[in-house]
């Protein structure tokens, strides 16, 4: 089954979007849920693919691109051209492990920043494909992390929200020119 979104998996030297970074606004506002898939929202997840692509990503979210909508593009194999790229519309977890690991983690978002994260193990998915088909998937190790980290991005969390050594947090953001006034902590 080829993807109705496939795009040739290369840096473009303009990507089509702007990828906003820690500190903006849109980053922090709840998306909201895609009542109809149609060829505009396609366009949009294969335009978010050509972005993610060109800034050696493996994940992106609407919302960093100021898009306020339900939308993750996901592809943890960017140098395979035979893995088909994930897109992901209104996801939601309906089962997360009990088993915790913690993880490095980067962000389009933040670049520069990597730190590590814990966030449960393995997860299941629902979710509508780009065809507006329902599916559910399982995912462990770093794809159950990709989607995780990105479904955050639709409730206005980001990565470094979860990092629990605050030290480093802070060094790191300063290091690479964030201000850890822009970081929310998460409740556990």
Do not use: W
């Not at 206005?156 to 050594?165: Q, S």
């Amino acid at each position: 089954m080829s993807s109705a979104v496939a795009v040739e998996k290369k840096k473009l030297k303009n990507p089509p979007l702007e990828i906003h970074h820690l500190g903006d606004r849109v980053l922090r506002q709840p998306a909201k849920r895609i009542a109809k898939i149609d060829d505009s929202v396609r366009q949009l997840a294969r335009e978010m693919l050509q972005t993610m692509y060109s800034s050696d990503g493996i994940g992106l979210a609407a919302p960093q691109i100021a898009v306020n909508k339900q939308l993750i593009v996901i592809d943890c194999e960017p140098d395979n051209p035979t893995n088909e790229p994930l897109v992901l519309i209104n996801p939601k977890i309906v089962a997360a492990s009990k088993a915790l690991c913690g993880a490095e983690e980067g962000c389009l978002s933040i670049p520069g920043v990597y730190l590590d994260v814990i966030r449960p193990e393995g997860i299941e998915v629902t979710f509508k494909d780009e065809n507006g088909r329902p599916q559910k998937i399982k995912a462990n190790g770093l794809l159950a992390r990709v989607i995780q980290h990105e479904m955050d991005h639709l409730t206005g969390v980001l990565f470094v929200d979860r990092v629990e050594n605050n030290l480093i947090l802070a060094e790191e953001l300063k290091k690479n020119h964030f201000s850890v006034n822009a970081v929310q902590p998460v409740k556990h």
